[in-house]
């Protein structure tokens, strides 16, 4: 075992350090504190920062359990294609049940019969998609909260173009 340097010629010469008693048993318990310090200063794996975190900053994200981080398109993609394949699962047993059970059922009939519930949930799917992507796209309602008197303007204009010149005539009522 390594003393550090100022240890080893206290150590060496036997003259007290600068200032402490010069008992014995005080000086061997400094010693070993010193050799236990250096020690645990050469074993050190891992380093902690007290420092507080950002509450907003460029810290990468930290993957969370469960799904992969996605979009919400590909997330939905992935529930269609879950949901398809379980669903061909199902029929492709069936189908198999039913060629098995009959000895003799043609497997191209059997395929059009039982491949329909799978292609009517694709379809669902598909259509489920198109009618949120159309809700998503509509426009967002406008409230306005008026705290005076307001003024409505209730005209209507008609225009009439007739003729093989156009000729617009404008009414204001």
């Given at each position: 075992?390594q003393?550090?340097?100022?240890?080893?010629?206290?150590?060496?010469?036997?003259?007290?350090?600068?200032?402490?008693p010069?008992d014995p048993?005080?000086?061997?318990?400094?010693l070993?504190?010193?050799?236990v310090?250096?020690?645990?200063v050469e074993?050190?794996?891992?380093?902690?920062?007290d420092a507080?975190?950002p509450?907003?900053?460029?810290?990468?994200?930290?993957?969370?359990?469960?799904?992969?981080?996605?979009s919400?398109?590909?997330?939905?993609?992935?529930?269609?294609?879950?949901?398809?394949?379980?669903?061909?699962?199902?029929?492709?047993g069936s189908?198999?049940?039913?060629?098995?059970?009959s000895?003799?059922?043609?497997?191209?009939?059997?395929?059009?019969?039982?491949?329909?519930?799978?292609?009517?949930?694709l379809?669902?799917?598909?259509?489920v998609?198109?009618?949120?992507?159309?809700?998503?796209a509509?426009?967002?309602?406008?409230?306005?909260?008026?705290?005076?008197?307001?003024?409505?303007?209730?005209?209507?204009?008609?225009t009439?173009?007739?003729g093989?010149?156009?000729?617009?005539?404008?009414?204001?009522?």
């Amino acid at each position: 075992m390594q003393l550090p340097e100022p240890y080893q010629q206290q150590a060496q010469a036997g003259q007290p350090t600068p200032g402490r008693p010069t008992d014995p048993v005080k000086e061997q318990a400094r010693l070993i504190a010193a050799a236990v310090d250096e020690v645990l200063v050469e074993q050190a794996t891992f380093h902690r920062d007290d420092a507080p975190l950002p509450a907003v900053g460029s810290a990468p994200p930290v993957p969370q359990p469960g799904r992969p981080p996605m979009s919400q398109r590909a997330t939905d993609a992935s529930a269609l294609m879950l949901s398809g394949g379980a669903a061909s699962l199902l029929v492709g047993g069936s189908a198999s049940l039913v060629m098995l059970a009959s000895g003799s059922a043609d497997p191209v009939v059997c395929a059009v019969v039982l491949g329909a519930p799978t292609v009517l949930v694709l379809a669902i799917g598909r259509l489920v998609g198109r009618v949120k992507d159309t809700v998503e796209a509509a426009p967002a309602p406008v409230h306005n909260h008026f705290h005076r008197d307001v003024h409505q303007d209730q005209r209507s204009i008609t225009t009439t173009t007739r003729g093989v010149i156009a000729n617009t005539r404008t009414q204001t009522r």
